[in-house]
């Protein structure tokens, strides 16, 4: 079991800028989620995938979010035209279907934007 | 809609003592509940959930956590700390209510110092 990866683990970038992050799930796990975490905050939703379908989307999913699991494996999430206001760490979990609640996070990528 | 609050954000405990960390919920119907724990450039880790039955449940690194509906309450609690419990703990619930959000809602956190 090499646990959900998350790459990069870091990016700064400037505002205006677009950004992509990439996790690979446990592989076995049908289900991936995307968190974002503030300092001092618990993660919030943000989408989650069951196979390549995208089932749920939270409001905080700007239309400058975009997330997408093409072959129902790894995923990528991309953020648009950056705002200061994205800066946060970015969570990637993944679960299997039968056991949906207990969620096996990545250790994140912490976007800077400047 | 369904919450979740961790009244203290730093809860100071001496190793060998017991500890716990507070957690409230509100949902609308039956609560899931987790705790997870973040160490410092980790993941966040599943310790324990309580889905149904025993209102005490148990979970990873002798940890467990108490269900109190009247309460609506799941404390976090370990009869002896240790060193190496030091970390960010983090209550979640799902409201199981037909028709609620299907994802977990995470509480701010509380961060556990166990001192030597």
């Known amino acids: 079991d090499t646990g959900v990866s998350q790459d990069p683990r870091h990016k700064i970038t400037k505002r205006g800028q677009n950004v992509t992050f990439r996790c690979d799930p446990i592989?076995?796990?049908?289900?991936l989620y995307w968190y974002r975490q503030t300092l001092g905050q618990g993660p919030e939703f943000l989408t989650y995938?069951?196979?390549?379908?995208?089932?749920?989307k939270s409001r905080l999913l700007s239309d400058r979010f975009s997330a997408e699991r093409p072959k129902g494996s790894f995923s990528t999430l991309e953020i648009q035209r950056t705002e200061q206001g994205d800066s946060a760490m970015y969570l990637c979990?993944?679960?299997?279907?039968?056991?949906?609640?207990?969620?096996?996070f990545g250790s994140g990528t912490q976007l800077s934007v400047l | 809609a369904q919450s979740v609050a961790q009244p203290e954000d730093q809860v100071n405990v001496a190793e060998g003592n017991p500890l716990t960390v507070k957690c409230t919920y509100s949902?609308?119907?039956?609560?899931?509940l987790f705790w997870y724990v973040q160490y410092p450039n980790r993941g966040l880790q599943f310790l324990l959930k309580?889905?149904?039955?025993?209102?005490l449940v148990k979970g990873s690194y002798g940890f467990e956590a108490e269900f109190n509906k009247s309460q609506t309450s799941f404390h976090l609690k370990k009869p002896s700390a240790l060193v190496s419990d030091s970390a960010l703990y983090f209550c979640?619930?799902?409201?199981?209510?037909?028709?609620?959000?299907?994802?977990?809602?995470f509480g701010s956190g509380t961060q556990l110092t166990v001192l030597p």
């Open positions: 979990a993944s679960s299997l279907e039968t056991s949906s609640e207990k969620l096996f």
């Open positions: 592989s076995e796990h049908n289900r």
């Open positions: 995938f069951q196979n390549e379908a995208q089932l749920e």
């Open positions: 949902v609308s119907g039956n609560p899931y």
């Open positions: 309580y889905i149904t039955g025993d209102n």
């Open positions: 979640a619930v799902r409201d199981t209510t037909l028709g609620s959000a299907r994802q977990l809602t």
